[in-house]
């Protein structure tokens, strides 16, 4: 077990948006958590990401409470969350924006940003990352330049960059074309092979496709959980979600 939730719930102003909440990822599997619009899947990753505190329950990594431990606390565990909203700086240049995130928890100055500092594992992961992404043949341009596919992918390597052994994916695909997300996914399946990574994605079949366990809420409520095909059959999920009102 990488990850578990156990009774989980938030109120926001007596208003219940999980309640009793119980999760559990298997190390090195891709497992996906869907529902419908205001099914809680945000605030069920902003409590795994450290971003707010439960109501009540508690999370654990690889056995681990780290219930209310900070996101960059979290990071220094292992843990690392990419955003539906890119996280790039747009004023740096990709290699730049890759740079940062490889340095992040480690002692730096001012100087971060200076080419000559990156040495060593830094300088390693930055082109391992350009790579990895195929952004090396824009490694000098400034984020805030990139299509949004692009943008998409540098993100994703600034997720990447603390070397994390799970990682929350909120929409990697969102906002982009069909063939940018086609792309994005090959990449995603290409580089983050052997980690554990708990996805929130709008992309139906796509998450019945490339996910080992799919997880559903419905009005903050684990409704189903369990292999895909199993999921796509279960009569509640159909109404709640795969028939229902509207997908996220």
Do not use: C
Request: charged share 25%; no cysteine.
């Amino acid at each position: 077990m990488a990850l578990r939730t156990v009774g989980i719930t938030k109120s926001f102003r007596g208003l219940e948006v999980l309640r009793g909440v119980d999760l559990t990822v298997a190390a090195g599997t891709l497992h996906s958590v869907i529902g419908p619009n205001g099914a809680g899947k945000t605030t069920l990753f902003n409590v795994l990401s450290g971003a707010i505190r439960p109501t009540s329950g508690r999370v654990e990594v690889r056995g681990r409470d780290v219930t209310g431990l900070a996101p960059h606390q979290l990071t220094r565990l292992g843990l690392s969350r990419s955003f539906q909203v890119t996280s790039v700086f747009p004023g740096l240049t990709v290699e730049e924006n890759l740079a940062v995130a490889a340095m992040a928890g480690q002692p730096h100055d001012s100087g971060i940003l200076r080419r000559p500092r990156w040495t060593g594992a830094v300088a390693a992961r930055v082109e391992e990352l350009l790579d990895q992404l195929g952004l090396t043949g824009m490694r000098r341009l400034e984020a805030g330049v990139l299509s949004h596919g692009d943008q998409r992918r540098l993100d994703l390597g600034l997720t990447l960059a603390s070397e994390p052994s799970i990682i929350l994916l909120d929409e990697p695909t969102a906002g982009m074309t069909r063939t940018e997300a086609h792309q994005t996914m090959g990449t995603l399946e290409r580089v983050l092979g052997g980690r554990t990574i708990v996805l929130v994605e709008h992309d139906m079949d796509l998450v019945m496709r490339i996910s080992a366990r799919v997880s559903v809420l419905h009005r903050g409520i684990l409704i189903a959980d369990g292999p895909p095909e199993e999921v796509r059959e279960n009569p509640e999920v159909r109404e709640a979600y795969l028939v229902g009102v509207g997908r996220e």
